[in-house]
C-alpha cells in the first residue's frame, strides 16, 4: 500500500512557476511509477507527466510540454513537478498518483495508477 500526499500548490499570475512536490510511503517496499494529474472544474482528470521507477523513462503531455518537468528523488519516494511559464488553462486540482504493477513504464493512463493523493489546488490568474 502508498500512501501520498501532495504540497506545493497555490496561486500564482501567468508566465510564472510553481513546484509541486510529492512525497509517497509504504507499509511494504515495492518499485512504483510516479505520475501527476490534474482535474479542472467540470472536466475529467488529465494526464500531465510521468517517470518509472529507475527515473529514465519520463513522459509529458502536450500541453505541457517544454514548461513543466517532472523528477524523482534519490530515494525513489518522492517527485517534483516543477511548471513554469503558467498559463490560466493550468487552473486545476493536481494529483500525485502511484501504479505498483508496472514500475517500469511511465504510464499515461489514469486507470493504470493504484494510489492517489488528496490533490493541491493550482491557480493561475491572467
Known amino acids: 500500500q502508498v500512501q501520498l500526499v501532495e504540497s506545493g500548490g497555490g496561486s500564482v499570475q501567468a508566465g510564472g512557476s510553481l513546484r509541486l512536490s510529492c512525497a509517497a510511503s509504504?507499509?511494504?517496499?515495492?518499485?512504483?511509477?510516479m505520475g501527476w494529474f490534474r482535474q479542472a472544474p467540470g472536466k475529467e482528470r488529465e494526464f500531465v507527466a510521468a517517470i518509472d521507477w529507475t527515473g529514465s523513462s519520463r513522459i509529458h503531455s502536450i500541453s505541457v510540454k517544454d514548461r513543466f518537468f517532472i523528477s524523482r528523488g534519490n530515494a525513489k519516494n518522492t517527485s517534483d513537478l516543477q511548471m513554469n511559464s503558467l498559463k490560466s488553462e493550468d487552473t486545476a486540482v493536481y494529483y500525485c498518483?502511484?501504479?505498483?504493477?508496472?514500475?517500469?513504464?511511465?504510464?499515461?493512463?489514469?486507470?493504470?495508477?493504484?494510489?492517489w493523493g488528496q490533490g493541491t489546488q493550482v491557480t493561475v490568474s491572467s
Open positions: 509504504l507499509r511494504t517496499w515495492e518499485p512504483f511509477t
Open positions: 498518483a502511484a501504479d505498483v504493477n508496472r514500475p517500469w513504464v511511465a504510464e499515461v493512463a489514469v486507470e493504470a495508477y493504484d494510489y
